[in-house]
Nanobody
Framework: QVQLVESGGGLVQAGGSLRLSCAAS????????MGWFRQAPGKERDFVAR????????NYADSVKGRFTISRDNAKNTVYLQMNALKPEDTAVYYC????????????????WGQGTQVTVSA
C-alpha cells in the first residue's frame, strides 16, 4: 500500500513558478514509476509528466515540454514537479500517481493516486 500526499500548489501570476511535491509513504517507493496529472474544471484528467523508478527516464505532455521538470528523490520518498513560465491554461488540480509499471502511469491507470493540489495561474 502506498499513500501519496501532494503539496506546493497555490496562486501565482502568469510567467511565475511553482514546485509541487508528492510525498509517498510505504515501502519500496523506489520501485514505483511516478507521474503527475492535472484536471481543469469541466475537463478530463490529463497526463502531465512521468518518471521511471530510477529517475533516468522522463516523459512530458507536449503542452508542458520545456517549462515543467519532473524529478524524484528516492531517499526522501518524494517526487517533484517544477513548473516554470506558468500560463493561465495550466490552472488545474494536480495529482500525483504511482505504479509499478511506467506504462500504467502513461496510460492514466496507476496503482495509486494522491488527493490533488490546486494550482491557479492568474493572467
Amino acid at each position: 500500500q502506498v499513500q501519496l500526499v501532494e503539496s506546493g500548489g497555490g496562486l501565482v501570476q502568469a510567467g511565475g513558478s511553482l514546485r509541487l511535491s508528492c510525498a509517498a509513504s510505504g515501502r519500496a517507493f523506489s520501485s514505483y514509476a511516478m507521474g503527475w496529472f492535472r484536471q481543469a474544471p469541466g475537463k478530463e484528467r490529463d497526463f502531465v509528466a512521468r518518471i521511471s523508478w530510477s529517475g533516468d527516464t522522463t516523459n512530458y505532455a507536449d503542452s508542458v515540454k520545456g517549462r515543467f521538470t519532473i524529478s524524484r528523490d528516492n531517499a526522501k520518498n518524494t517526487v517533484y514537479l517544477q513548473m516554470n513560465a506558468l500560463k493561465p491554461e495550466d490552472t488545474a488540480v494536480y495529482y500525483c500517481a504511482a505504479a509499478l509499471s511506467g506504462r500504467r502511469v502513461a496510460q492514466g491507470v496507476p496503482d495509486y493516486w494522491g488527493q490533488g493540489t490546486q494550482v491557479t495561474v492568474s493572467a
